[in-house]
């Protein structure tokens, strides 16, 4: 028979074996002091209870603090939108006039598309809640990839022109390819990677490389933005 008790006395536990010896009315024992042990497991418990406890209030606080980013960014996001349809608006006003030149339409265009990006920026910051759950879905529809890199190019252009710096496309597909993809998240990448090789480089050529290999109906993108 094997049990453990506590002592209310000595104020220890105990861990008992006891059986039965092979004469008559005779029986055996061995005691063994557990108290330092149970000592042990208490301590343990109460620091695991402990770090439970603040797992919990450190769970509370940064829930709170999120909540409180998010109400921060969409009220921000609000904020910016609204001078930003008023400037798209204007942007539009100023395409339809007539007597424009061909570098006044080039820079025109280039608003459109610079305001048009930053409104996307904007809506992503708004999904920011979404991005951090996962749950952020793309915008997949039929695209020009052509259409999608000139925009991009034509963003960088200006500062690259200034710096004296030539932009060079290279693609290796055709020109009507219509794959369908997020536009406005590709080409937000594309002028990400092309604005900073246009900051960082002060002399030599800056080269956007697309290659589109084809596997049946699908098309694997691989992009490259080399500067010197």
């Not at 919990?56 to 609000?78: C, G, I, P, W, Y």
């Not at 052509?146 to 030539?166: D, M």
Request: with cysteine; proline share 2%.
């Amino acid at each position: 028979v094997t049990k453990t008790l506590y002592d209310q006395i000595v104020k220890k536990w105990f861990h008992l074996s006891i059986w039965k010896s092979s004469e008559e009315n005779t029986y055996g024992m061995i005691t063994t002091d557990l108290t330092e042990m149970k000592n042990l497991e208490e301590e343990l418990r109460k620091s695991k209870e402990e770090l439970e406890d603040q797992v919990n209030e450190r769970t509370k606080d940064l829930n709170l603090a999120l909540q409180v980013r998010s109400r921060f960014l969409a009220t921000m996001s609000h904020e910016i939108r609204t001078p930003l349809s008023g400037i798209m608006g204007s942007i539009a006003h100023f395409s339809e006039m007539r007597g424009l030149n061909s570098e006044g339409k080039e820079m025109i265009h280039i608003a459109e598309v610079c305001s048009q990006q930053l409104l996307t920026v904007i809506n992503d910051v708004l999904d920011f809640s979404k991005m951090e759950e996962s749950k952020l879905t793309l915008n997949l529809q039929p695209v020009l990839l052509q259409s999608v890199l000139e925009e991009s190019l034509q963003v960088v252009a200006l500062q690259a022109s200034k710096k004296n710096i030539p932009l060079i496309q290279r693609s290796s597909f055709p020109l009507g390819l219509t794959l369908r993809l997020d536009g406005s998240r590709l080409r937000q990448i594309l002028i990400n990677l092309l604005s900073n090789a246009t900051k960082f480089t002060s002399e030599g050529e800056i080269e956007a490389k697309t290659e589109c290999r084809m596997n049946g109906d699908e098309c694997k993108l691989e992009f490259t933005v080399r500067d010197t």
